[in-house]
């Protein structure tokens, strides 16, 4: 890394802000100071009391290199190659405040110039649906065909979900009416929070885009993917500005897959990085107003890693098991509506402990078996039997 005096560094830096400020006619933006006291260099500017920290500690993390992090309550401190250079920010002016005991490099400038204007953006806000799609979020429109005939069977889970979270949310006055007349102390009695617990493959995601399509809220589902990410910060601040987007879209709902990934009990020895997210997660389900339009639904087959203050944010828990017996043939008799029921209860019988899921994956495998052999052996257009499928289905046991 190459030193820059300070005359030209200052001079660098202070060029990049005035083209920088250009860009906004009519806009004032902070100033930046920049000294030189004995061997020290130090930088200030103001920056936007909403600006995200992290974001502006991951420029010097991504521009510099790895750096030491102390955090107290008051600022944040970055170090490396024994404290050449440290950052602080103090939140309570709103200020950052960059210093170093030489004159800075070429990449430091550079990290300056990009801190300045990460602190201090202006442009034009862009909509909630755009904001979630550029954080790899996917929205399923409220619009959606699926009904609860797509879910065989389940008919106790189905009967809850619609007592316990869809006719609240399609009747709130009601609720609140309720409330507003039964408690001393107004609360809302609508769900706000609600774990969807049990195997994969039974029906949680499926369910969860029912209620949003019923209840004509769009489904904001979050992967485990676009949330965490290796930059010191970042994984939180991502998970913050998902819910603070899915809230701007009105009414909405938030589908968390996966949450025991994000929220795995502090009582184990975990990340710090996890410990972070799961703090702003317990922050934004806090936070939701009782008027708030926003519902949470989190997804997970191990429910037993849940951290309990998480847990106790939930305001309903529904099990999702695996089929019974009669509950397998109904659903293979929505993925081989030709087969007699006999025939269906002779695979659901051979099927125990396999998910929903499953079965529709071993009925689409008989299909595309059937269709090949069909082609292959040129023979008349025709269903695959039960055969097939009983193929299939040892052949995804046997996996």
Not at 141 to 151: F, H
Not at 375 to 383: D, N, P, T
């Amino acid at each position: 890394m190459s030193i820059i005096p300070y005359h030209r560094a200052k001079k660098l830096i202070e060029t990049g802000i005035k083209d920088y400020v250009g860009q906004f006619n009519g806009i004032e933006l902070p100033k930046i100071e920049i000294k030189k006291e004995g061997e020290n260099t130090s930088v200030n500017f103001s920056i936007d009391k909403n600006t995200n920290l992290y974001k502006i500690i991951n420029i010097f993390v991504k521009t510099i290199g790895e750096m030491k992090i102390q955090e107290s309550l008051r600022d944040l401190r970055l170090s490396y190659k024994n404290e050449s250079i440290c950052f602080s920010n103090n939140p309570f002016e709103n200020s950052v405040h960059f210093y170093k005991r030489e004159d800075f490099t070429s990449q430091e400038i550079e990290a300056i110039l990009e801190a300045y204007k990460s602190g201090n953006l202006i442009k034009e806000k862009t909509s909630p649906k755009q904001r979630l799609l550029e954080l790899g979020v996917t929205i399923y429109n409220s619009n959606n065909k699926l009904g609860w005939e797509d879910i065989a069977g389940y008919e106790n889970v189905k009967q809850e979900i619609k007592e316990n979270i869809l006719l609240p949310l399609q009747n709130p006055e009601i609720y609140e009416q309720i409330a507003k007349g039964t408690r001393k102390k107004y609360e809302s009695i609508k769900p706000k929070a609600v774990l969807f617990e049990g195997p994969s493959g039974t029906g949680k995601t499926t369910s969860a885009r029912i209620i949003a399509g019923e209840s004509e809220s769009p489904m904001v589902y979050i992967p485990i993917e676009s949330i965490m990410t290796k930059w010191y910060g970042e994984s939180e601040n991502n998970l913050a500005e998902i819910f603070d987007a899915s809230s701007d879209l009105g009414s909405s709902l938030i589908f968390l897959d996966e949450i025991d990934s994000l929220a795995t009990s502090r009582e184990k020895d975990i990340y710090e990085a996890t410990r972070r997210v799961l703090s702003v997660l317990l922050r934004k389900i806090d936070g939701f107003e009782p008027n708030d339009k926003t519902i949470l639904i989190g997804a997970t087959n191990r429910k037993q890693d849940l951290d309990p203050a998480l847990l106790n944010r939930f305001d309903l828990s529904v099990h999702f098991h695996l089929p019974n017996l009669k509950e397998r043939a109904s659903i293979f008799g929505n993925y081989a509506k030709h087969l007699s029921e006999g025939d269906l209860e002779k695979l659901a019988q051979q099927s125990e402990g396999i998910s929903g899921r499953n079965i529709k994956d071993i009925c689409k495998y008989s299909e595309r078996k059937w269709a090949s052999k069909l082609l292959r052996e040129a023979k008349s257009m025709g269903l695959p039997p039960l055969k097939e499928y009983f193929f299939s289905l040892k052949n995804k046991k046997g996996n």
